[in-house]
């Protein structure tokens, strides 16, 4: 059984949101100098992944009210491929000079590109403007599949090899997720049977549609197949309003059993961290615009009328965040190799 300090790994999705209210309350005396008259031409949002995508949805749905702050079209392309190496790659490579923005879910995918997906390049090659949207995991099963709880699903992998089917998206918090629970249960790998999948839309389809037993994967995203779930418990410390399910390890006590409470996703913006230090004042324009753009009544219903996070957190937490996230898949980055 871990510890309690394992557990405190957990993001503190709580005070983040207290620490946004008061980000968003200080605006007005926050306002940024401006030092040239930067844009003069369209802005570029790479995003990475394909159309349809969370991270795409939030991209086109935030591109307008960027492009209303900033006064020149911002566009949107898609760039998806590799767990997002394709688009890393490719803001990497395109002119440091703030015409390109980096839309994408950062973690877990980041990191994993990095520390299982053999990318050359590190998480402080990039700086982050702001995540917005946070999303927790949630462990749900097929409602035909008998398993009420999260106890009985483990129970049935470790006696019955090869029967169970899970699914998840590879390289994902929800990956990483089943495969700390097995290992903390002392329950072999190979005992269950887990098929990956490239989109949390696949993952989601395999199990309304009863090709798997269960899923773990992003909760917020879960809506549209919850007539078809079981939901077994939230990958959080506490219990969420959207679903009615305890938090993991209140799910595990039975089994004397504890793991860490895994990050789920973080969604939102960032540029190069070199386009940072040759333009400060651009980065600080565009950081300012989307502050701007996140404190509009008007943006944060459109945000909520499509189930999207639209939290202001700022650069310095948003680059904290990113580099506790590295830290703890850089520890359990064995279990998905």
């Known amino acids: 059984m871990l510890n309690t300090s394992r557990a405190s790994l957990s993001f503190n999705l709580k005070s983040l949101l207290v620490g946004a209210t008061a980000a968003i309350a200080s605006l007005s005396i926050a306002l940024p100098a401006v030092a040239d008259d930067f844009p003069t031409r369209p802005l570029n949002v790479v995003v990475g992944f394909g159309t349809g995508g969370s991270a795409d ?10 492009s209303e ?12 491929g590799a767990g997002t190496q394709v688009a890393s790659n490719y803001v990497l490579n395109v002119p440091d000079d703030g015409y390109t923005l980096y839309a994408s879910t950062f973690a877990p995918y980041l990191p994993n590109s990095i520390l299982t997906g053999g990318a050359n390049f590190s998480v402080d090659d990039f700086s982050y ?5 946070f999303d927790l995991d949630l462990i749900a099963a ?17 006696e019955e090899r090869g029967q169970v089917r899970g699914a998840v998206v590879q ?8 495969r700390l629970l097995l290992d903390e249960a002392g329950i072999p790998q190979e005992n269950l049977n887990l098929v990956t999948y490239n989109s949390g839309g696949e993952a989601r389809s395999a199990v309304a ?4 037993d269960f899923v773990s994967i992003s909760a917020q995203g879960s809506e549209g ?3 078809f779930l079981t939901p077994l418990a939230i990958v959080s410390d506490e219990r ?5 399910v305890p938090p993991i390890n209140e799910a595990l006590a039975p089994m004397d059993l504890e793991v860490p409470v895994l990050q789920g996703s973080m969604r939102g913006f960032a540029v190069t961290s070199e386009m940072e230090r040759q333009h400060p004042e651009r980065f600080e324009k565009l950081s300012s615009a989307i502050q701007s753009a996140l404190a509009r009544k008007d943006v944060q219903e459109q945000l909520e009328r499509n189930e999207m996070g639209g939290v202001w957190v700022g650069p310095e937490r948003s680059n904290e965040l990113m580099r506790e996230n590295y830290q703890v898949f850089e520890k359990y980055a064995h279990l998905l190799n």
Do not use: C
């Open 57 to 66: 949805r939030l991209a086109r749905i935030m591109s307008g009210h960027i």
């Open 69 to 80: 702050e900033v006064g020149v079209p911002v566009q949107v392309t898609n760039r998806p």
């Open 129 to 133: 403007i702001n995540f917005q949207w």
């Open 142 to 158: 097929n409602k035909d599949s008998g398993y009420e709880d999260l106890p009985s699903l483990l129970e049935a992998i470790r």
């Open 171 to 178: 390289g994902s918090a929800g990956h990483l997720m089943v």
């Open 209 to 212: 549609g009863g090709q798997v």
């Open 225 to 227: 197949i919850r007539e």
């Open 240 to 244: 969420i309003e959207q679903w009615d």
